[in-house]
């Protein structure tokens, strides 16, 4: 087989996902490293693999998937973009994924391991709750793309959209406990904690992504879980703020009234003669920043 060994890497594993927040410098110096077989690196690739694992023990598939590969090739394979911690729908299918009914620990036992549609004994995985399970998809399975744009300063682009949701001290500085904290509370404790993210810490991972003049590096799971919850995980603030108490979690009731104000505006425009573009009428409902502020992927 005549494949370059960096197109396999970026096609076929999961190096992509691993290195997608890093700038283009770090991620090719890590692609470098594991092509060349050199154990020093920028990051201990052991550790950003490993980190990738976290939370995957076992193979995920979509039977619907599997039905038309079988169809197809008359054999099922295991998806990339579906063995990533934070994936758990199929995007094509929509459909939550099924887990393998064994978790392979060895190089020999993932070789061994029967394919998808063998996996009589598959088990339904845990859920995230549901408004977080398509952006999640998405959000991690833009970063597979090749059309994937690397760059610095993710801290700068989440400390925009922290603030523009209303997570502002009276300083001016974000409010990284109280945001750190409705993310716990958006996704919960059943969901984060077995992906290795500690909920309810004061100073807590999340809050540090969005502090100024941080330089750790974070997983790309936890880039993938801010990221959609700063994207979708409170629309309700966009029309109830600044409401006190605690966020309500009514996401049909949120897309309800937002579809019926974006009719009204577009049944105006029209009896206007007018044109408006989707943006344009989200803007003017105030969910813009909610529904689209990350749109660096298409
Ligand atoms: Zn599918």
Request: hydrophobic share 35%; aromatic share 8%.
């Amino acid at each position: 087989m005549d494949t370059d060994p960096r197109e396999l890497l970026r096609r076929h594993s999961v190096l992509p996902f691993a290195t997608a927040f890093m700038s283009a410098k770090d991620a090719g110096r890590v692609e470098d490293t594991l092509l060349q077989g050199i154990s020093k690196g920028p990051r201990s690739i052991g550790s950003l693999l490993r980190g990738v694992q976290y939370g995957l023990e076992r193979p995920k598939f979509c039977r619907e998937c599997v039905r038309e590969q079988r169809q197809e090739l008359g054999e099922s394979f295991w998806r990339r973009s579906h063995n990533l911690p934070t994936v758990h729908i199929c995007l094509r299918h929509g459909l939550p994924l099924w887990q393998a009914s064994s978790a392979p620990l060895t190089a020999s036992q993932h070789l061994t391991l029967p394919l998808p549609h063998r996996q009589a004994d598959a088990v339904a995985q845990a859920l995230p709750p549901e408004w977080s399970r398509h952006p999640l998809a998405e959000v991690t399975d833009a970063t597979l793309r090749p059309d994937w744009r690397h760059q610095d300063g993710w801290a700068t682009t989440y400390r925009r959209l922290a603030l523009e949701h209303g997570y502002r001290m009276v300083s001016g500085n974000v409010a990284g406990a109280r945001m750190s904290a409705e993310l716990d509370a958006a996704y919960g404790e059943a969901y984060l904690q077995p992906l290795g993210l500690r909920a309810g810490v004061r100073q807590n991972w999340a809050s540090l992504m969005v502090r100024e003049n941080e330089t750790a590096p974070f997983s790309a799971t936890k880039h993938v879980v801010l990221q959609t919850f700063l994207r979708d995980g409170r629309p309700q603030l966009a029309f109830d703020y600044p409401k006190p108490g605690p966020a309500r979690r009514d996401y049909m009731e949120v897309d309800k009234r937002l579809a019926s104000a974006l009719m009204g505006r577009i049944k105006a425009l029209t009896e206007e003669g007018g044109r408006s573009s989707v943006e344009a009428l989200l803007k003017g409902e105030g969910a813009w920043q909610v529904t689209c502020p990350v749109s660096s992927y298409q």
